[in-house]
C-alpha cells in the first residue's frame, strides 16, 4: 500500500527566506508524486508533478521538488519566500497500477512572516 | 482549460435530510471523476472513483448506501448524502481526469473547489 508523509504540520518562514516542506512516501511501484497548495475554503491547485524523466521538478510560481529514489523524498523548496505563499500544501502519491487515485499526505501549513 | 465545478459552494441542513452536491468538468469530458472528504485542519481522504455508465468504487470504510454516487454523463457527477448527520459535516471536494491514467501515462486530477456542507 503506498503512503505519504509529510514532517511538520506546520512551518513559518519569514519573507525572502528558503521554503522547505518534507515529504517522504512510500510506494511498491514507481510513483507519480504531486505537491499541490490549498488556499482557505477552495479546492486544490497542482503545483508540480514527477512522473518520469528529470528528477528535478519545476513548477508554478517559483516552487520546485526533487525526487530521490534512494531517500523516497519529494521534498518542495522555493529560493524566496512571499507572503501570498502562506497556505497548506499536500503532498501527493499515485500507484500507476491504480488508475490515478491518490493519496495524500496530512499536509503542512505554511506561514510567513514579514 | 480543464476547469471543475462544484454546486453548490456551501449548504446547511437539517439532520435527517438528504443533500445533493454536483461536481461538473466545464470544459471536457471527465471519464473519471473522484470525491474526497477534508475535515477541518486535516487532509483529503479518498472516498470513491466513478467512471461514467458505471457503479462508484468506494474506498475501504465508506459507507456506499450513505454517499450515493451518480456519474451519469462525461461532465456531471454527483454525490448525496443520504440522512445527514452532524458528523458528516465536511468540506467536499470532487475531481475529474480526462482520461483513465494507465501504468505509462497520468491523466492529471483537476479539483473543483469543494463543498462546504454542515448538518444541524
Known amino acids: 500500500a503506498q503512503s505519504v508523509t509529510q514532517l511538520g504540520s506546520h512551518v513559518s518562514v519569514s519573507e525572502g527566506a528558503l521554503v522547505l516542506l518534507r515529504c517522504n512516501y512510500s510506494?511498491?511501484?514507481?510513483?507519480?508524486l504531486f505537491w499541490y497548495v490549498q488556499y482557505p475554503n477552495q479546492g486544490l491547485q497542482l503545483l508540480l508533478k514527477y512522473t518520469t524523466g528529470a528528477t528535478l521538478v519545476k513548477g508554478i510560481n517559483g516552487f520546485e521538488a526533487e525526487f530521490k529514489k534512494s531517500e523516497t523524498s519529494f521534498h518542495l523548496t522555493k529560493p524566496s519566500a512571499h507572503m501570498s505563499d502562506a497556505a497548506e500544501y499536500f503532498c501527493a502519491v499515485s500507484d500507476r497500477n491504480q488508475g490515478g487515485k491518490l493519496i495524500f499526505g496530512q499536509g503542512t501549513e505554511l506561514s510567513v512572516k514579514p | 482549460g480543464a476547469v471543475v465545478s462544484q454546486h453548490p459552494s456551501w449548504v446547511i441542513c437539517k439532520s435527517g435530510t438528504s443533500v445533493k452536491i454536483e461536481c461538473r468538468s466545464l470544459?471536457?469530458?471527465?471519464?473519471?471523476m473522484f470525491w474526497y472528504r477534508q475535515f477541518p485542519k486535516q487532509s483529503l481522504m479518498l472516498m470513491a472513483t466513478?467512471?461514467?455508465?458505471?457503479?462508484?468504487?468506494?474506498e475501504q470504510g465508506v459507507e456506499k448506501d450513505k454517499f450515493l454516487i451518480n456519474h451519469a454523463s462525461l461532465t456531471l457527477s454527483t454525490l448525496t448524502v443520504t440522512s445527514a448527520h452532524p458528523e458528516d459535516s465536511s468540506f467536499y471536494i470532487c475531481s475529474a481526469t480526462k482520461t483513465t491514467g494507465t501504468y505509462y501515462s497520468y491523466n492529471e486530477q483537476f479539483f473543483g473547489p469543494g463543498t462546504r456542507l454542515t448538518v444541524l
Open positions: 510506494s511498491s511501484v514507481p510513483p507519480y
Open positions: 466513478s467512471n461514467e455508465g458505471s457503479k462508484a468504487t468506494y
Open positions: 470544459d471536457f469530458q471527465a471519464t473519471t
